[in-house]
């Protein structure tokens, strides 16, 4: 069964139609790209998968997006229990700067009330390792976040994102901002969460969406002002390959290399 849902998903920025008819499965465990030219509602639709989108003043969403069959949407659901279920990374690294390295890993731990050390060390512990940055900062774990390179503050993110224990992560191009390098230490670790988590990335680097997702979604736009819409859902290697629709060749002819 797929992990998220969209069904005839709309959504809105006051009077604004941003994103048209969006109408996709997400698979569980595996990556999902979503490619387009600026502008075609990416963020916008990414938002909208963990209830960020509704933050916005006067803005909305209609249709329905169902994570493991249930409406996020739904009268009885917390939107912050389904901000702790489906986590968001973001495009520029934004960990407390002051703060020790730890305590940004497990300040929503702390926030909910969790005040047991020993137990808030072996989950800064465990999600450093997962986000593979615990080997580079083990050492100065009390030193402040604000300290690290880009590429590790990116990484410190998606451990304080995996600590509270989701099940999917959203990353809206979390490496925009970062050298190649440290690109790629993000690539690697995206490839090895999908084993325990179900990720979307936003991107607009066409070569990353190749190496590091299984489907990819297309959206474009016919112009500016207008709504953005999903053109093409399938395969990555489809998508790349052999896109059944005009509009994503060119677009992939024209971003790619
Ligand atoms: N907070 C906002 N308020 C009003 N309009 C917005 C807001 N955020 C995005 N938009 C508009 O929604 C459309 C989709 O934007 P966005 O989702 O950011 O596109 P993308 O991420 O694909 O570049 C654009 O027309 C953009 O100007
Ligand atoms: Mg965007």
């Known amino acids: 069964m797929s992990k998220l849902e ?16 969006v109408n996709m499965h997400i698979p569980a465990q595996a990556v999902t790209a979503f490619i387009g030219p600026s502008g075609c509602g990416k963020s916008t639709v990414l938002r909208t998968l963990n209830r960020m989108h509704e933050v916005i003043p006067n803005a909305s969403v209609r249709g329905e997006i169902l994570l493991d069959g249930h409406d996020i949407y739904g009268p009885k659901v917390d939107p912050v229990g389904v901000r702790n279920t ?30 047991n050390r020993k137990k808030l060390k072996e989950v800064a512990e465990e999600s450093l390792r997962g986000a ?29 994102a995996i600590a509270v224990r989701p099940e999917v992560l959203l990353m809206d191009e979390p490496c925009s901002a970062l050298d190649p390098i440290s690109t ?32 990819t979604a297309f959206f474009s736009l016919e112009a500016t002002g207008k709504p953005g819409h999903l053109v093409e859902f399938n395969d990555t290697t489809t998508i790349f390959e052999n896109p059944g629709k005009k509009e994503t060749e060119d677009y992939i002819a024209g971003r790619f290399g």
């Open 6 to 21: 969209l069904n005839d998903v709309n959504i809105y920025y006051g009077d604004f139609h941003a994103v048209q008819n």
């Open 86 to 115: 489906i986590g968001m990374v973001f495009q520029k690294a934004n960990p407390f700067p002051t703060m020790s390295i730890e305590d940004n890993v497990v300040a929503g731990l702390m926030l909910s009330g969790e005040k």
């Open 132 to 160: 593979n940055l615990w080997e580079e900062v083990k050492d100065r774990l009390d030193k402040p976040g604000g300290g690290l390179s880009g590429g590790q503050q990116q990484r410190l993110c998606i451990a304080r």
């Open 184 to 215: 790629l230490a993000v690539e690697d670790l995206i490839h090895e969460l999908k084993n325990d988590y179900t990720i979307v990335i936003v991107t607009h680097n066409m070569q990353q969406a190749a190496r590091v997702s299984d489907k």
